[in-house]
């Protein structure tokens, strides 16, 4: 029987190998899960841009309760935030393969990492539109109240 390792820790080669896995199982799904999570914590922990990210994050939800929007701009600000989250976890996880793999400096890695980089600040207007779009109107409306 293979040890688990729990959340945080990493099969070994030999365990990584390309066969079919069997269905998960409700157990299985739990660890995926918690691997998930284990991520997401470690990410934040680490990363200085999740405390820009975050509060942001947390600032619009609350706007939009305050001011009961409609579901569809609910739907609009949850998928342009998580969006923006799910870049820069992405951004970090190339940040620290690369760290690991390829430490030394490399013309074609800077290209890959400022291209990653990108993705989050593209996700990341595309955010700060969506969230003018649907909550600048209830908010003028609120103060023309
Ligand atoms: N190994 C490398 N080879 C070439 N360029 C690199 C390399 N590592 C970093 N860079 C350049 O430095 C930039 C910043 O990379 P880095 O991984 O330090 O990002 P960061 O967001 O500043 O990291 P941190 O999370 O440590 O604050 C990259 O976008 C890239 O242009």
Not at 14 to 35: I, L, M
Not at 121 to 132: D, R, W
Request: glycine share 6%; hydrophobic share 55%; net charge negative.
């Amino acid at each position: 029987m293979i040890d688990d390792p729990g959340p945080g820790s990493h099969p070994s080669p030999d365990q990584d190998s390309c066969q079919v896995e069997p269905r998960p199982s409700g157990s299985a799904w739990a660890r995926k899960f918690a691997f998930a999570l284990a991520g997401l914590i470690y990410a934040v922990r680490s990363q200085n841009s999740f405390w820009i990210h975050l509060p942001i994050a947390v600032a619009v939800i609350a706007v939009a309760a305050w001011l009961q929007v409609e579901a569809w701009r609910w739907c609009m600000l949850v998928v342009a935030t998580g969006m923006v989250i799910a870049a820069e976890l992405v951004n970090t996880s190339i940040e620290m393969i690369v760290k690991v793999l390829h430490p030394d400096h490399d013309v074609r890695i800077g290209h890959a990492l400022d291209a990653a980089a990108a993705a989050v600040l593209v996700t990341a207007i595309g955010a700060v539109t969506v969230g003018l779009i649907t909550l600048g109107p209830p908010l003028y409306q609120w103060m023309s109240d």
